[in-house]
């Protein structure tokens, strides 16, 4: 039987990617790749040559970081010569300290005019952003200030671009394939960002995530454009965040570092954009994410736990506020890949299906947090992504294992068998934080196999970024999603 095409493309893809870890040695190993490369090409069917990306860009907002630094906020407004300020939060963020701080902040200003928008909702969907959208048209801010988490500080990002694009429809700029995906091409408003959990790192990048419930997944927005002038990283304004929220939130700077760190080689990513402005922000990974991704990755192993264990450990929440917006740059410059791709279906279905909502969490629906919704996935994900790159997920594992990737017990651990440890390590930590167990631990069922994938194969922005696997539209891609879910029902 002949090989699919798209068994030749994962060929020549592996051989590219595991010559070396670091992506851009020319070394005797990876120009032996070149020739295998060269003899599968002699035998595959000739195909348009698609040109695949030679540069790569960074983007981040600007970040201040300190204890009470938010009642700077109303200088830095004013700084910016704002006329009205739309504020965004969400109801329970609303009745604490860090939105009476960023109130008292501005109030503090004279003629300095601002808004409050209260009705955030967790985990936005599409009527949630456009009742924010419709809001935001109706007072036409000049600036923007988010204070929340992740849901809030992505609403006011919507609310911010569809401002400026006062005629256009949501699904203009969600992206492709479940929306048009066009460029932003206009300048947006001015928005700062005043996160209060130590999770999305929203503050620094120009990703916006919304639950589309009429399609049972989450997709979003992704434009440099979208990303906020400054975000204030107060290590005061976590406090109030009950255990349950700090695991989750940092369970998706977990999976944030460790995806950017995996992700394919930007040099890797096709098509090669034939106008800058149209070079995605996620591009892979590359040397400075991997700065910034790997540091979150080490800081939140290490931190995470003892945030759990205690949420007075000041020590550890300033620690994680600091891993979540580092996790923001690297992801945000790279990209994220199958283990976002998979959480938004497992998200979206649940609110149909099981009905799960976890403990912790005072809303009135089911909910799957985004960041446990991640973590599922994520042993099942790394065993099947480590032959891509082994040295990088031996690198992940002797983070797990607070040691070295130069200790015996890391380095004699042969190359083919780094992805069985690493789900091992990755499980054991995710239980010591208490995360259900795989799928069916939250209500799934092998029933739901299917749906789930099919939730997922439309998250293209992201799926492109996997290493391993090639084509995630064809069969191939079919049977190792459903792979990885099924591995993933329980560990």
């Known amino acids: 039987m002949s090989a699919s095409r798209n068994s030749i493309l994962r060929l020549i893809n592996a051989s590219q990617h595991s010559a070396c870890p670091c992506h851009g040695c020319s070394s005797a190993g990876h120009h032996g790749s070149h020739h295998a490369v060269n003899q599968l090409r002699k035998l595959a069917t000739p195909v348009n040559r698609v040109e695949k990306e030679y540069a790569f860009e960074v983007a981040a907002s600007n970040l201040r970081f300190g204890d009470g630094v938010t009642r700077e906020v109303g200088m830095d407004l004013k700084n910016l010569k704002a006329t009205k300020v739309g504020v965004f939060t969400d109801p329970v963020v609303a009745r604490l300290r860090p939105m009476q701080t960023a109130l008292d902040s501005l109030q503090a200003q004279q003629d300095l005019p601002f808004e409050v928008y209260d009705k955030v909702v967790a985990e936005p969907t599409e009527d949630s952003w456009r009742d924010a959208i419709a809001w935001a048209r109706k007072h036409d801010f000049s600036h923007f200030l988010a204070v929340g988490g992740g849901s809030v500080i992505d609403t006011a990002k919507a609310a911010n671009l569809f401002t400026v694009y006062k005629d256009a429809d949501l699904m203009d700029y969600i992206n492709a394939p479940v929306g048009k995906g066009l460029p932003i091409s206009d300048k947006l ?21 919304v639950d589309i419930t009429s399609k049972s997944f989450k997709t979003g927005i992704a434009s440099r454009a979208l990303k906020p002038i400054l975000g204030i990283v107060d290590t005061m304004n976590t406090e109030s965040c009950p255990r349950e929220v700090h695991i989750s939130a940092g369970l998706d700077v977990l999976f944030h570092s460790m995806e950017s760190y995996t992700a394919i080689p930007y040099t890797e990513r096709t098509p090669r954009p034939a106008n800058p402005i149209l070079r995605p922000a996620y591009q892979g990974s590359n040397p400075v994410a991997d700065i910034f991704s790997l540091w979150a990755l080490q800081t939140t192993v290490k931190y995470l736990p003892r945030v759990a264990k205690n949420v007075e450990d000041e020590e550890a929440r ?26 938004y279906p497992i998200s979206g279905l649940n609110k149909k299906g099981p009905k799960y909502k976890h403990p912790g969490y005072l809303l009135d629906h089911p909910i799957i947090p985004h960041g446990v919704s991640v973590a599922l996935t994520g042993p099942a994900v790394f065993q099947f992504t480590a032959p891509s790159s082994p040295d990088r997920h031996r690198q992940a594992l002797a983070i797990f294992t607070g040691t070295t990737v130069s200790d015996p017990s890391i380095s004699a651990i042969p190359d083919s068998d780094i992805g069985l440890h690493l789900y091992e390590a990755i499980a054991r ?19 739901d196999i299917d749906r789930l994938v099919e939730g997922t194969l439309p998250q293209r922005r992201v799926l492109d970024l996997a290493p391993g696997i090639g084509d995630f539209v064809g069969e191939d891609g079919r049977m190792h999603l459903t792979k990885m879910i099924e591995r993933s029902m329980e560990y």
């Open 189 to 209: 408003r001015p928005l700062i960002a005043i996160p209060t959990t130590a999770g999305t790192g929203s503050e620094t990048t120009g990703a916006a995530i």
């Open 318 to 343: 300033r620690q994680m506020l600091l891993a979540a917006s580092f996790a923001g740059i690297g992801f945000g410059n790279a990209g994220v890949h199958l283990c976002h791709g998979m959480s």
């Open 429 to 447: 930590f995710l239980d010591g934080l208490g995360v259900p167990r795989g799928l069916k631990a939250v209500g799934y069922t092998s029933a």
